[in-house]
């Protein structure tokens, strides 16, 4: 039972109900504690989310599109759910089940790899100013 949830995500509706119907679930597929690498990897991609969402959010960008290779579809992560789901993950090796966004506006969602270009060109510009030399 998972009852020490992040901030970011709504309260679980069967908290405390003996006939929770994800218990199944964590029966089948329990939580595992991560490894110390992938713990790290987590914890940087929390600190590379910040970054993301402090440079972008002004902007009207949601938060991330992730492209599912399971349903081929698209799916849309807001900044709040994407750091509950990472910080699940350091709790309990586990992302709670979510409901998807509900008619996500696709141009207000952008990908990783936008966000770390993004974050990149800013740094660039912030150390460089408009003549974008390296050095």
């Given at each position: 039972m998972r009852d020490q949830l992040p901030p970011g995500l709504p309260?679980?509706?069967?908290?405390g109900d003996p006939a929770?119907?994800?218990?199944?679930?964590d029966a089948i597929e329990p939580g595992q504690p991560l490894d110390p690498q992938e713990r790290l990897a987590?914890?940087?991609?929390?600190?590379?989310?910040?970054?993301?969402?402090?440079?972008?959010s002004h902007r009207g960008i949601r938060g991330l599109v992730v492209s599912c290779?399971?349903?081929?579809?698209?799916?849309?992560?807001?900044?709040?759910?994407l750091r509950a789901n990472l910080l699940q993950l350091l709790v309990d090796g586990t992302?709670?089940?979510h409901e998807p966004a509900f008619d996500?506006?696709?141009?207000?969602y952008v990908t990783w790899d936008y966000c770390r270009g993004y974050a990149d060109a800013s740094m660039n510009?912030?150390?460089?100013?408009?003549?974008?030399l390296d050095g």
């Open positions: 309260p679980d509706p069967f908290a929770d119907p994800a218990a199944a679930l987590v914890e940087e991609d929390l600190a590379d989310l910040a970054v993301y969402e402090a440079l972008l290779e399971d349903c081929n579809s698209d799916h849309y992560h807001d900044w709040d759910m992302v709670r089940p996500p506006v696709p141009e207000a510009e912030a150390l460089y100013g408009d003549s974008g």
